[in-house]
Every structure is written in C-alpha cells, then in structure tokens.
C-alpha cells in the first residue's frame, strides 16, 4: 500500500496558485478528503500529516524545502519511519500531459522535474510512484520555466481541479495497494461529454385531409 503521499509545489504566498504547486494541491485535498491536518514539522522540512487507518499509519507530506530540494524532506521522513520507495506516491505537475488528465507511473526517468530530480538523489533510487497531474506546455521549451510559476488561465485551473477531484477517487485503491485498480481510474479520463440529441421533427399544423367516405348501403 502507499504510505506516503507527498505533494510538490514551492512555499509562500506567491505561489500558491501557480502551476508547479498542483500536488500541493492534489494532497491539500487529500488531507480533507481523510479528515486530515497538515502541520509544520521541522524535522522533516515541511508541513505534514498521519492518518492512522485499519491497515496501518499513512502520512501525507508538503516539502517547504522549495522544489529543488523536495527529496532533503522526502528522504528524511521516509527513512525515519522506514517507509521503502515503493510506498511512496509522488504528485507533480506535468508539462507533457494536457489540464485535466493525469497520469500514474512507477519508477523512469525525472523527466527534467527539479523535484523529482532531488528525490531520486535522496532516496538513492527511482523506484516510487508518481502521479503526473497534467498542466500542458507553453510550446516553446525556452518559456517553461516562467509557465510553471505563472497562474493557470481559469479553464485550465478548473480543468486541473476537476481532475484533482476525480483522482482522488482512486485513493481507496491506493490505501489498499491495488495499484492496478487505481492506475485504470486515472488513466481512464474524465467522462467524454455525450453528444447532443438530435431535434425531433416538428409536428406539422396544417390539417390533414380526410379521404370521402363511400355511402352507406341501404340495410
């Protein structure tokens, strides 16, 4: 089972709304979800929470180290309550994966993520999971940086929230360690909207005729 949900983003005001902060968001709705509270905790560098479950504790983590040192916290929690890196999910943002979809993966590449770059050094290993939350590219790679620290137009953002909505369905898979299970609802996408009906062919108003009636025979 996941015992480890940690959530990337950068601390501060300024960019709480910005993209590169969508798994902070992803956890903050987690952490209602469970009924959960996150709080600072010095010891590992950012604001955390545990969720004692029939299965066992869980703990849902927000590194305020900024991104690029998201594993100093990440490592520092995981090793002191022995949680392996294949019980760790990660949420980031993810440039190559359109608002409003995401994507779940195990193990790979950083795929040039600063966050995610730090926690494999950390952990010493790529082998966790993540949860790629889709916020699209800018389409020129030079821009990527100022993209990812910029507020998301409002369709994007309310198409990145229905997904952080829908995704969260997928926890109780994740709590459970059905991976398989959890991995088809978030691939399968938000529902396609269903075609409209066509109209129904007007009634006509003019009168129809009456055919004459032959007369009827003497009895």
Known sequence: ???????????????????????????DALAARLGARLQSERSYHGHVARVNLPA???????????MNRSGQS????????????????????????????AKVKFGGGSGGH???KDIHAQLGTADYWRLRLGIGHPGVRAE????????PAPEHRDAIEACIRRTLEASDWL?????????????AGPPRPKPPRPPKPAASSAAVPVPPQPPEEPS
């Not at 996941?2 to 993209?19: C, D, Q, S, W």
């Not at 066992?56 to 180290?65: I, R, S, Y």
């Not at 990440?74 to 409003?100: C, M, S, T």
């Open 144 to 151: 990527v940086v100022d993209y990812v620290l910029r507020k």
């Open 74 to 101: 990440v490592a520092a929690l995981a090793r002191f309550f022995k949680i392996a890196p294949e019980q760790i999910l990660v949420v980031h943002d993810e440039l190559d994966v359109p608002p409003g979809q």
């Open 56 to 66: 066992g504790p869980v703990w849902l983590l927000e590194p305020m180290t900024y």
């Open 1 to 27: 089972m996941i015992r480890l949900f940690v959530g990337l983003g950068n601390p501060g005001p300024e960019y709480e709304a910005t993209r590169h902060n969508a798994g902070f968001w992803w956890v």
């Open 114 to 116: 600063n966050g995610l």
């Open 175 to 187: 709590l459970a360690g059905d991976m398989a299970r959890a991995t088809a609802l978030i691939h």
